[in-house]
């Protein structure tokens, strides 16, 4: 089966770096998505990686290994509202989304 | 500029009860349409997708059915809900280069 690993929670102080991996395991791959989910509220896109390598974009970087089924989202000098979840998706051979259900990022003061 | 928007936001119904969950989509012409379904702990599922007028895809079987009367407006029902149907429903569309999914903003169903 198709399967998205990512951990359930984690916590990290303001201002510090944080890393949120991302396993996956699917039929296929045609790239690799990362979305951002505030409470009560729906996901918005973050980033996207197709391609092997690190792709950045101000504070968040997302890294991609297609040859070991990885990947991460790197957070950098972290802000109370980056207190979110954060949702992998990875497409598959159909184009189908696969989702992983979520790493809930916690930041303490 | 294009925009995605949904609702009611928030629905607490009865066991039984029929559910109507509407969606439009402004800005673009003949868009892939999209219902998820996202339960607490759980990855989105995909429940519907439609890739025009008159077209609905089922990707789970259920009390839920889909409907798309025109080419912008993505409507989701029920004739009798059940309480396994409580969860946050998510419209969708996708754009971009990548084909990133844009989400309406959600509707919270409460199934009493």
């Not at chain 2, 969950?21 to 997708?49: H, I």
Request: charged share 15%; net charge neutral; with cysteine.
């Amino acid at each position: 089966g198709q399967n998205i690993d990512q951990p359930t929670e984690m916590t990290a102080t303001e201002g510090a770096i944080v890393q949120i991996n991302c396993t996956y395991q699917t039929s296929g791959f045609n790239g690799l998505f990362w979305y951002q989910q505030h409470a009560g509220e729906a996901p918005t896109f973050l980033s996207y990686n197709v391609l092997d390598g690190l792709e950045e974009k101000g504070r968040f970087s997302s890294f991609l290994s297609r040859s070991k089924g990885y990947s991460y989202l790197l957070l950098k000098e972290l802000q109370m509202k980056d207190s979110a979840s954060y949702l992998c998706a990875v497409k598959d051979s159909n184009y189908q989304l696969i989702w992983g259900a979520g790493t809930k990022l916690i930041i303490k003061p | 500029s294009q925009t995605i928007h949904q609702w009611p936001a928030t629905l607490v119904q009865p066991v039984g009860s029929p559910l109507s969950l509407e969606c439009t989509v402004e800005g673009t012409s003949n868009p892939n349409l999209y219902w998820y379904r996202q339960a607490a702990g759980r990855g989105l599922q995909l429940l519907f997708y439609s890739v025009g007028i008159g077209q609905i895809s089922s990707e789970v079987p259920q009390n839920l059915s889909a409907s798309r009367p025109q080419d912008r407006q993505f409507i989701l029902s029920s004739k009798k809900l059940l309480l396994s149907d409580s969860g946050f429903y998510l419209c969708a569309w996708n754009a971009g280069e990548a084909g990133e999914l844009f989400f309406g903003e959600g509707s919270r169903l409460t199934v009493l």
